[in-house]
């Protein structure tokens, strides 16, 4: 648990630099990104919803309020000065160590409390490099954070595939080269850069 909420404060931290670096130009809010037909926007409110009010939710065991999710959080003027916020809100809530106990009711199924928690924590850095990529910046992930986002793209790559989350697997052209983080991303259907 402690490793992991780690990791959420690394990936949260880095979501909210790469936010502050996308705002700012509305026209980069079309912008095509590495998520299939997503324009930014699509991608920045998708971000938004699940890894910041989506994870304090889960935290707090409450549904997502139906106003959240048709909420275009782009429309705001400061919405990734917002978004930092909810993230250190959402980080906060899981700093509780009873958080992590237990299973949590996703509606069509119920999962480990932990597990739920290391799938958003991929998505923070999975999705906030498709951000990135898409806005000309580049992600930032330490050693410790991509090995284990590439743990949890390996064990759930084909069901994400299943529900059209990822993409078939991209091959690298040097993997001995490639970092873990590149590996998730490529195993995600992703292209990394260098």
């Known amino acids: 648990m402690t490793e992991l909420h780690a990791f959420m404060i690394e990936a949260a931290a880095e979501a909210a630099r790469v936010a502050r670096g996308a705002g700012g130009d509305p026209a980069r809010l079309s912008a095509p990104t590495p998520c299939g037909e997503w324009d930014t926007r699509t991608l920045l409110n998708h971000w938004i919803l699940y890894t910041s009010h989506g994870l304090e939710h889960r935290a707090l065991r ?3 309020p139906e106003e959240l999710t048709a909420r275009d959080f782009t429309a705001a003027p400061d919405w990734a000065g917002a978004y930092a916020e909810q993230l250190d809100r959402a980080v906060a809530a899981w ?8 299973e949590l009711d996703l509606g069509h ?3 480990p409390a932990a597990e739920v928690a290391s799938m958003i924590v991929k998505e923070l850095a999975v999705h906030g490099w498709d951000v ?4 000309g910046q580049e992600y930032r992930c330490g050693a410790g954070l991509g090995a284990f986002v ?24 040097d ?3 490639a970092t873990a ?14």
């Open 109 to 111: 199924e119920k999962m």
């Open 62 to 64: 409450t549904p997502l």
């Open 150 to 173: 590439l743990e949890v793209v390996d064990r759930y790559a084909e069901v994400y595939r299943r529900y059209e989350g990822f993409a078939a697997p991209v091959t690298l052209p």
């Open 175 to 177: 993997p001995a080269a």
């Open 181 to 194: 983080f590149e590996r998730a991303l490529a195993l995600s259907g992703r292209t990394p850069a260098r």
């Open 132 to 135: 990135a990529h898409a806005t």
């Open 95 to 102: 700093a509780a160590p009873e958080v992590w106990e237990g």
